[in-house]
């Protein structure tokens, strides 16, 4: 194998040998190179173990990804069914067909007090009620023309 494509662990084995064969003594020159290939040694294994780590790292972002993934179709699913036309319709609907338990409520803001309540179909047909905290009269101008056409 050539040397460039070894791993930094085959290539600080290699180097090691390599001082091996030199028969480094204690002059100052072979305990710095000695003391070179320890550090390289310790830097090698570090650099094994992170690597390892970030591996580890690289499978836990891959699980949550596919996790993120899920949740998102998940969450696509949800929208569709909101806003799904058919139900949407149903929803514009009830006002008409009405629904034994279900009580048809409208929300009003009173344009004097900004109190908001809400009062029932009826009393919406009636086209007026007084605003239960300031008692304002109000009156609404009940159509059918639907508004939800975008
Ligand atoms: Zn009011």
């Given at each position: 194998?050539?040397?460039?494509?070894?791993?930094?662990?085959?290539?600080?084995?290699?180097?090691?040998?390599l001082?091996?064969?030199?028969?480094?003594?204690?002059?100052?020159?072979?305990?710095?190179?000695?003391a070179?290939?320890?550090?390289?040694?310790?830097?090698?294994?570090?650099?094994?173990?992170?690597?390892?780590?970030?591996?580890?790292?690289?499978?836990?972002?891959?699980?949550?990804?596919?996790?993120?993934?899920?949740?998102?179709?998940?969450?696509?699913?949800?929208?569709?069914?909101?806003?799904?036309?058919?139900?949407?319709?149903?929803?514009?609907?009830?006002?008409?067909?009405?629904?034994?338990?279900?009580?048809?409520?409208?929300?009003?803001?009173?344009p004097?007090?900004?109190?908001?309540?809400?009062?029932?179909?009826?009393?919406?047909?009636?086209?007026?009620?007084?605003?239960?905290?300031?008692?304002?009269?109000?009156?609404?101008?009940?159509?059918?023309?639907?508004?939800?056409?975008?």
């Open positions: 194998m050539d040397f460039e494509e070894k791993t930094i662990t085959e290539k600080t084995s290699f180097v090691k040998g001082a091996e064969g030199l028969g480094l003594g204690d002059s100052a020159q072979d305990k710095l190179i000695k070179l290939i320890d550090l390289v040694d310790d830097m090698a294994v570090e650099i094994a173990d992170l690597q390892e780590e970030l591996d580890g790292l690289y499978d836990e972002i891959d699980e949550l990804e596919e996790q993120v993934d899920a949740v998102d179709e998940d969450l696509a699913d949800v929208e569709d069914f909101i806003w799904d036309d058919e139900e949407f319709d149903e929803w514009d609907d009830d006002d008409e067909e009405g629904d034994d338990d279900y009580e048809d409520c409208f929300d009003i803001t009173c004097s007090c900004g109190e908001e309540f809400s009062v029932d179909e009826e009393t919406l047909i009636d086209g007026s009620v007084n605003c239960p905290k300031c008692n304002e009269l109000l009156t609404f101008d009940f159509d059918e023309d639907d508004e939800s056409e975008e």
